[in-house]
């Protein structure tokens, strides 16, 4: 059974940084790309980057351009998503995601980030 897991979420203020990190433990597991989701209180699950292994290709999602940047190792099903200048609207669930092969077949638990300003 695979298992994807978040770390590094937690309380920062605006303006501050963080790292989450996404790991892909259990089965034999390859994935074409990995990808971070967010899901915010009373809102839709959305977009927040993703890179696909076999072109190195990153994708953002329009409000985080310029200031995530999404990487990864894909011989360890690994991925990472530094977050900096964070405001108070990116606070979220993020959640990883791996393509198995038929879109975003796999997806973790999520991890809380919270800015505060």
């Known amino acids: 059974q695979v298992q994807l897991v978040e770390s590094g979420g937690g309380l920062v203020q605006a303006g501050g940084s963080l790292r989450l990190s996404c790991a892909a433990s259990?089965?034999?597991?390859?994935?074409?790309?990995m990808a971070w989701f967010r899901q915010a209180p009373g809102k839709e699950r959305e977009f927040v980057g993703s890179i696909r292994w076999r072109s190195s290709e990153t994708y953002y999602g329009d409000s985080v351009k310029g200031r995530f940047t999404i990487s990864g190792l894909n011989a360890k099903n690994t991925v990472y998503l530094q977050m900096s200048s964070l405001k108070s609207e990116d606070t979220a669930v993020y959640y990883c995601a791996a393509d198995g092969g038929s879109g975003w077949d796999y997806w973790g638990q999520g991890t809380q980030v919270t800015v505060s300003s």
């Open positions: 259990g089965g034999t597991f390859s994935s074409y790309a």
